[in-house]
Structures are given as structure tokens and as C-alpha cells.
């Protein structure tokens, strides 16, 4: 299941995150700061950026998962004790069918850093392909330069461009405007939201 950050996560989020290979490859910055990273996570929900605890039962956080709603990007970071146990790649898929059956993202794209096996292997698990983009360069959690390739995946029978149907989660709470050519005013929806992963489990994404 994803949920929400709690403060009752505080005292897991170090064992979490604090690593080198999160900071290497991730923007998560390094030395880590527990209440730093809830600030950083409510001014990203803020911009429109929703970042998800992965969990098994709603419990403990294992990980997390992360959503730019307006240009369809997610990321990743699974806890080094919680790994090679499938996480990462359950979450993406659920978030992936989640943002092309739910809100009509019919892109999706991962920026990868170059090299970074693992996650590789996290989006091909997901359907994603390595795209033509261009490599971009971008400062990770250690404050180097590094070099980011985008990987995505196009909705099946789809072009891949449509404009995405986000005004499927505006939420009565939410009110204004979801989507424009240039701008975006993200409102999230305080319902919860049931979804399959594919593999018949039911989990539930909450969007608040
Ligand atoms: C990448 C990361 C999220 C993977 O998490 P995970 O829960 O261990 O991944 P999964 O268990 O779902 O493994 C997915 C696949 O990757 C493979 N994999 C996992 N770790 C690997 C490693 N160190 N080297 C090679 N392959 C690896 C698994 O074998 C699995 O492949 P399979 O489906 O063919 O068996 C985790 O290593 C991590 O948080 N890394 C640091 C942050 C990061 O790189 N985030 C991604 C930013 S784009």
C-alpha cells in the first residue's frame, strides 16, 4: 500500500534514506535531516509533487514513491534493509497504472542517473524503456553534477501525447482549475482512491 507521510514516520525516515547510493542518485540531500525531509515533502506537495510511503500493510515506511502530477515524472527510493524484495518495482507499477488509468497520463517518464543498474531494472520491471531524450545533467543529494536519462513508458494504444484528464482528481475540497496549456494549479483530491496492481491485490492510493 502507499500512504501519506506521518510524523509518526520520523524516526524511520534516517534508516531510510540516510545512504549513500539515495544521495548518489536521488536529489534527497545528504547529510540527511529527518524534519528536513518532511518540510521538503509538504513544499513539493505544495507544487504539485505527491511523494508516497511505500508500505507492505499501511504500517512501517519502506520507501517511498514520488509523482510530478503536471508532467507525468516519477521517482523511487526503497530503504537499503527493505530491498530486493520486489518494493520498488510493485510501487512503480501500481503508481504507473494509477497515472495512466486514473488521472490519463499517457506518459510517464523516470529520469534515471546513468548506470544506476538497479533502477534500471526497477522500470524495465514496470514497462519502461530507455527514450531518445536527450541527457540532462542535474545536481543529486551530494550536490554533484550527473548525468540523467529519461526512461518512460507510453500508455498501451495510446500516442503517448494526449492532454491527461486531471480533472478526474479534483476533489469537491479542491475546487479551481487542474490543467492549462502553461500552468498548473494542483489540487488534490481528500478522497481515497482504489486501484488493481495488476496482480490482484487492492490497494489503496491516498491523494490528500
Ligand atoms: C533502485 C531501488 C529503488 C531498487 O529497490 P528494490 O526494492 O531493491 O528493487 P526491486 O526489489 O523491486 O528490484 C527490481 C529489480 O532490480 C534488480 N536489482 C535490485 N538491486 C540490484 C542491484 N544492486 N544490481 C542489479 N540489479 C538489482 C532486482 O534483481 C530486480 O530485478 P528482477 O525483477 O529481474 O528480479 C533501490 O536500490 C534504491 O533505493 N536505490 C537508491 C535510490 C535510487 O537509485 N532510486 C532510483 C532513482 S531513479
Same mark, same amino acid.
Given at each position: 500500500?502507499l500512504?501519506?507521510?506521518?510524523d509518526a514516520d520520523?524516526?524511520?525516515?534516517?534508516?531510510l534514506?540516510?545512504a549513500?547510493?539515495?544521495?548518489a542518485?536521488?536529489?534527497i540531500?545528504?547529510?540527511f535531516?529527518?524534519?528536513?525531509?518532511?518540510?521538503?515533502?509538504?513544499r513539493?506537495?505544495?507544487?504539485g509533487?505527491?511523494?508516497l510511503a511505500?508500505?507492505?500493510?499501511?504500517?512501517e515506511p519502506?520507501?517511498l514513491?514520488?509523482?510530478h502530477?503536471?508532467i507525468?515524472v516519477?521517482?523511487y527510493?526503497i530503504?537499503?534493509?527493505?530491498r530486493?524484495?520486489g518494493?520498488a518495482?510493485?510501487?512503480?507499477?501500481?503508481?504507473?497504472?494509477?497515472?495512466h488509468e486514473?488521472l490519463?497520463l499517457?506518459r510517464?517518464?523516470?529520469?534515471?542517473?546513468?548506470g544506476?543498474?538497479?533502477s534500471q531494472?526497477?522500470?524495465?520491471?514496470?514497462?519502461?524503456?530507455?527514450?531518445?531524450?536527450?541527457?540532462?545533467?542535474?545536481?543529486?543529494?551530494?550536490?554533484q553534477?550527473k548525468?540523467?536519462?529519461?526512461?518512460h513508458?507510453?500508455?498501451?494504444?495510446? @500516442?503517448?501525447?494526449? $492532454?491527461? =484528464?486531471? +480533472? &478526474?482528481?479534483i476533489g469537491?475540497? !479542491?475546487? #479551481?482549475r487542474v490543467?492549462?496549456?502553461a @500552468?498548473?494549479?494542483? $489540487?488534490? =483530491?481528500p +478522497? &481515497?482512491r482504489?486501484?488493481?496492481? !495488476?496482480? #490482484?491485490?487492492l490497494h489503496t492510493v491516498?491523494?490528500g
Amino acid at each position: 500500500m502507499l500512504r501519506d507521510w506521518l510524523d509518526a514516520d520520523l524516526p524511520h525516515l534516517p534508516g531510510l534514506f540516510d545512504a549513500p547510493d539515495i544521495a548518489a542518485n536521488t536529489d534527497i540531500p545528504s547529510p540527511f535531516d529527518a524534519d528536513a525531509f518532511l518540510v521538503r515533502i509538504r513544499r513539493r506537495r505544495a507544487q504539485g509533487i505527491v511523494d508516497l510511503a511505500v508500505t507492505r500493510d499501511g504500517g512501517e515506511p519502506l520507501g517511498l514513491v514520488a509523482l510530478h502530477v503536471a508532467i507525468g515524472v516519477l521517482g523511487y527510493a526503497i530503504g537499503p534493509a527493505h530491498r530486493g524484495r520486489g518494493m520498488a518495482s510493485r510501487a512503480l507499477r501500481l503508481m504507473t497504472s494509477f497515472c495512466h488509468e486514473e488521472l490519463g497520463l499517457t506518459r510517464l517518464r523516470l529520469s534515471i542517473v546513468q548506470g544506476n543498474l538497479p533502477s534500471q531494472r526497477v522500470a524495465e520491471s514496470a514497462g519502461y524503456v530507455r527514450s531518445d531524450d536527450e541527457v540532462v545533467e542535474r545536481t543529486n543529494g551530494l550536490g554533484q553534477p550527473k548525468l540523467l536519462e529519461t526512461w518512460h513508458r507510453i500508455a498501451p494504444g495510446t @500516442s503517448g501525447w494526449q $492532454r491527461p =484528464d486531471t +480533472t &478526474r482528481v479534483i476533489g469537491a475540497a !479542491g475546487g #479551481g482549475r487542474v490543467w492549462d496549456d502553461a @500552468s498548473v494549479d494542483y $489540487r488534490h =483530491d481528500p +478522497t &481515497r482512491r482504489d486501484l488493481r496492481d !495488476g496482480k #490482484g491485490d487492492l490497494h489503496t492510493v491516498h491523494l490528500g
